[in-house]
């Protein structure tokens, strides 16, 4: 079954530093990637997917997420943060072939000044 | 948010109502998506549709109905039988499955609170 985890439930991080948000997954077939961020009482905002390729991939605002199939990761960084990152972030995955996303419980992420 | 849009934002419900939750787009996607958002628990599928007249059920679907009449349109309505249905509910949209690179696109969301 398709799973997965983001293993921490917030992130804190001074702005100017570099930030990462942990995700891995759980799929049998070929891994379709993606993060989402959620700023509050607001819909998700698409911030970037692996679909196959390169391992790194960029996104908006400044994102990219490494996609690492041996440890079966995908991480979201950013090289240095900023104060307006401070949201709720959602990694999820699609198994090639089935409709469904599955998402990770969140990870929230404060940036401090 | 792009081009979905969900209403109300906020809805109140006493308990043994039924009530419905709009989800409408302008991005001519095929398929569409409600998902339940709830503290801690990440978003959970209720039902998805990938073509007009047809949808199937997700993960949580009990205590809910859908209708797809409309390309655009993919009501919900949210059954005095579910249990607990105080939550965060998003719509989102995306171009057919079979493409295996779609993207899902999500609404604002309505706060549905039962009294």
């Known amino acids: 079954a398709q799973s997965v985890a983001q293993p921490e439930d917030q992130v804190n991080v001074a702005e100017g530093n570099p930030l990462t948000v942990k995700c891995t997954y759980s799929v049998s077939g070929n891994p379709y990637l993606f993060w989402y961020v959620q700023y509050p009482n607001r819909g998700l905002q698409f911030l970037l997917k692996?679909?196959?390729?390169?391992?790194l991939v960029k996104g908006s605002y400044g994102f990219e997420a490494e996609f690492n199939k041996s440890q079966t990761s995908f991480h979201l960084k950013k090289p240095s943060a900023l104060v307006s990152d401070s949201a709720l972030y959602f990694c999820?995955?699609?198994?090639?072939?089935?409709?469904?996303?599955?998402f990770g419980a969140g990870t929230r992420l404060a940036v401090h000044p | 948010d792009g081009g979905i849009t969900q209403s109300p934002k906020y809805l109140f419900r006493k308990e043994g109502q039924n009530v419905t939750l709009s989800c409408e787009q302008n991005l001519n996607h095929d398929a569409m998506y409600w998902y339940r958002q709830d503290p801690g628990q990440g978003l959970r599928l209720i039902y998805y549709s990938q073509i007009v007249n047809d949808f199937q059920k997700g993960d949580i679907a009990e205590g809910y109905s859908v209708s797809r009449e409309k390309k655009e349109s993919f009501p919900l309505t949210v059954t005095s039988a579910q249990k607990n249905p105080t939550a965060f509910y998003l719509c989102?949209?995306?171009?057919?499955?079979?493409?295996?690179?779609?993207?899902?696109?999500f609404g604002p969301g309505t706060r549905l609170t039962v009294l």
């Open positions: 989102a949209s995306s171009t057919p499955s079979r493409t295996s690179t779609d993207t899902q696109y």
């Open positions: 999820a995955v699609r198994e090639n072939g089935y409709n469904k996303l599955i």
């Open positions: 692996y679909i196959t390729g390169d391992n």
